[in-house]
C-alpha cells in the first residue's frame, strides 16, 4: 500500500495496515509516510523489477486481504502477481492526479496500461479526467472518491481571530511545469500598487536551479515582499497556516486546466480566504466541496484588479464557518469510513475468483 495521501493513518482505526513505500534519493526531497502506529517499511532507489519483486515478497509475507496503490507506475502488478502466485488479495488502484509531461505519451504505452488495469479488482480516482492520461480515450469503470485532508490538524493551525488582508501563502510544488513565474509576477503587481505593505511566504521544492530562477525574479518585482521557505512537514505547515490571511492557488492552465487542488481544500481548512486561478479544475473543485473561493484570470492585471480592493480588510466569519464545515466532511477519516471500507467490504464479499483474471 502507498503513503499517499493519508490514507493508511485514517485506516488504522478499521483494520490492520502496513505501508510499503518506495523513494529515490537522487530525486528532490520527497514527502515520507511516518506515523507510529503504523508498521512501515521504506525501500530506497531500487530498479523496477526489484520493486516489483519486493511488493510480492511482502504479500506472501503480509497475507493481505487489500493491497492498495496510489501509483500507476507499475500497472502490470496486479497481472505479474497473478500469474505467479496462488494468493489472491484485492488490489486496487488509486489514481490521483492526470499524467503531466512535456514528452508525449506513447498509444502503445497507454494501450498496454490500460490492458493491465483490466487485471486489478478496481480501479479509484478523484477526478475522472485523470484516467485518459493514463490508460488512453474511452470509459474505464471506476469509483470516484473525492480528495481528503487532515481537517482537524487544520483548524487546530487556523487562526483564533479575523486580521485585515495582508500575508499571503502559497503551497505547492515549484516544478517548472508549474509556470510560478507568473504568480511571481503577478504579485508583484499587487506590491506596487497596494497602499499598505503585503507580502507572500512560498512553501515547496523544486529543482534548485528554477528556484533560484524564481527568487531572483521575486526579489526583481517585490524585493523582500516575497520569501521562499522550502518543504515544511505537513504538521508544522498547518500549524503555521494562522500566521495567514490568504491562500493563493494559482494553477498556469493548459495540462492544468482540469486538475483539481488539494491546497484549495486545506486551505479552506486552515481559515484562510482563498484566490484561485481561474480554471476549470479549480472551479469544480470549489463547487465540489463546498469551499468559497475568488478566482482570477493568470495574468498581472487580473490578480491586482481581484485581489486589491480586498487587501486590509477583515474576512467574512459565515464564509469561514462554512468553509470549515465543507472541509469537515472531507476529512480522510470520513473518506475512508464513507468509500472505501465499502468498496474494500464489496470486493471481499465477492469471494476468491480463482478464474479471475479478467473483470468482466
Known amino acids: ?21 518506495f523513494i529515490e534519493t537522487s530525486t528532490p526531497p520527497q514527502v515520507v509516510f511516518r506515523n507510529p ?54 488490489w486496487v488502484m488509486d489514481v490521483r492526479t492526470p499524467r503531466l509531461s512535456d514528452v508525449p505519451i506513447d498509444p502503445a504505452e497507454q494501450a498496454s496500461a490500460r490492458r493491465m488495469i483490466a487485471y486489478w479488482d478496481a480501479l479509484c480516482t478523484h477526478v475522472s479526467d485523470s484516467l485518459p492520461t493514463h490508460f488512453g480515450p474511452g470509459d474505464l469503470p471506476h469509483v ?22 495582508r500575508r499571503f501563502v502559497y503551497v505547492g510544488s515549484l516544478n517548472p511545469r508549474r509556470q510560478l513565474e507568473g504568480l511571481i509576477e503577478a504579485f508583484g503587481a ?19 536551479d528554477y528556484v533560484a530562477t524564481l527568487e531572483r525574479l ?3 518585482r517585490a524585493g523582500d515582499r516575497i520569501r521562499f521557505l522550502g518543504l515544511v512537514p505537513q504538521r508544522r505547515l498547518m500549524g503555521r497556516m494562522g500566521q495567514y490571511q490568504g491562500a493563493l492557488c494559482y494553477v498556469p492552465g493548459g495540462q492544468y486546466e482540469t486538475a483539481p487542488a488539494l491546497k484549495l481544500l486545506e486551505a479552506g481548512a486552515s481559515g484562510l480566504r482563498i484566490f484561485a486561478s481561474d480554471t476549470e479544475g479549480l472551479r469544480r473543485s470549489a463547487a465540489d466541496s463546498g469551499i468559497a473561493a475568488t478566482f482570477f484570470a493568470n495574468d498581472p492585471a487580473s490578480f491586482r484588479a481581484t485581489v486589491l480592493p ?30 472505501y471500507l465499502p468498496l474494500y467490504r464489496s470486493l471481499l464479499d465477492e469471494g476468491t ?8
Not at 500500500?1 to 513505500?21: C, D, K
Not at 517499511?41 to 486481504?65: G, H
Not at 475468483?353 to 468482466?360: A, I, N
Open 353 to 360: 475468483k480463482e478464474d479471475r483474471h479478467v473483470r468482466g
Open 218 to 220: 521575486a526579489q526583481e
Open 37 to 90: 502506529d503504523v508498521p512501515i517499511y521504506t525501500v530506497a532507489d531500487l530498479p523496477r523489477e526489484a520493486q516489483l519483486a519486493k511488493v510480492f515478497d511482502m504479500i506472501a509475507d503480509w497475507r493481505p486481504d487489500i493491497v492498495h496503490t496510489f501509483s500507476t507506475r507499475m500497472a502490470e502488478m496486479a497481472y505479474r502477481h497473478r500469474m505467479l502466485s496462488d494468493e489472491r488479495p484485492r
Open 310 to 339: 480586498q487587501v486590509d480588510t477583515v474576512a467574512d466569519p459565515q464564509v469561514r464557518e462554512r468553509n470549515f464545515e465543507a472541509a469537515r466532511r472531507l476529512d480522510w477519516g470520513t473518506i475512508v469510513a464513507e468509500r
Open 144 to 165: 470516484v472518491v473525492p480528495p481528503g485532508l487532515d481537517a482537524g490538524l487544520a483548524r487546530e493551525g487556523a487562526a483564533r481571530r479575523l486580521l485585515p488582508l
Open 190 to 208: 499587487l506590491v506596487a500598487a497596494s497602499d499598505v505593505p503585503v507580502s507572500l511566504d512560498v512553501f515547496g521544492a523544486g529543482p534548485a
Open 1 to 21: 500500500m502507498n503513503s499517499s495521501y493519508r490514507v493508511p493513518s485514517a485506516a488504522t482505526s478499521h483494520a490492520s495496515v502496513r505501508v510499503l513505500q
